[in-house]
């Protein structure tokens, strides 16, 4: 069985500092990791995945995650925070089941001028 | 450019009435999905299929129905059945694999009064 929690539903910074959403999994099979966000009454975009390939995983936006197998976590980072950031981040995870996908609940990012 | 429509963008229904939400894609994606968003409770999965004439119940179907009678298009019928059908609808499609990310249409709100 697989599932993921966020931590914290709202999260708010100042534009230019660090973005920090956190994400921990739990897999009973290697896990495939993605990271999606929503702006408001629009579908999910694809923000980065990890399939294994590297344990720092780069994505759009300035966005990167790392995985950490020994904490269950991959939480969402980016340096310095812009006023478009502010959007809704789902973390989610798949890898064995052809229903796949299991979503987080969300964490809605705002931005501070 | 491929991707995925979803129609109407918002849809108001009176209660009793089962109406059909369009979801259409040119990825030539063999599977698609379609999801449910109520606020704080993420994405939840109503139905999938992965193949033509094929589908299967996802977390939460009861109430709603569905067909696949040609692989770009994957239609969901939300029925009077459904107790509680305000809800903002998305529709997804992937290559397949376990590790193809989701790629989402840009939802339909209903709105049942």
Sequence with gaps: ?113 | DGGITQSPKYLFRKEGQNVTLSCEQNLNHDAMYWYRQDPGQGLRLIYYSQIVNDFQKGDIAEGYSVSREKKESFPLTVTSAQKNPTAFYLCASDGGAYNSPLHFGNGTRLTVT
Aim: aromatic share 12%.
């Design chain 1, 1 to 113: 069985a697989q599932s993921v929690t966020q931590l914290g539903s709202h999260v708010s910074v100042s534009e230019g500092a660090l973005v920090l959403l956190r994400c921990n999994y739990s897999s009973s099979v290697p896990p495939y990791l993605f990271w999606y966000v929503q702006y408001p009454n629009q579908g999910l975009q694809l923000l980065l995945k990890y399939t294994s390939a590297a344990t720092l995983v780069k994505g759009i936006n300035g966005f990167e995650a790392e995985f950490k197998k020994s904490e269950t976590s991959f939480h969402l980072t980016k340096p310095s925070a812009h006023m478009s950031d502010a959007a809704e981040y789902f973390c989610a995870v798949s890898g064995s089941s052809a229903s796949k996908i299991i979503f987080g609940s969300g964490t809605r990012l705002s931005i501070r001028p």
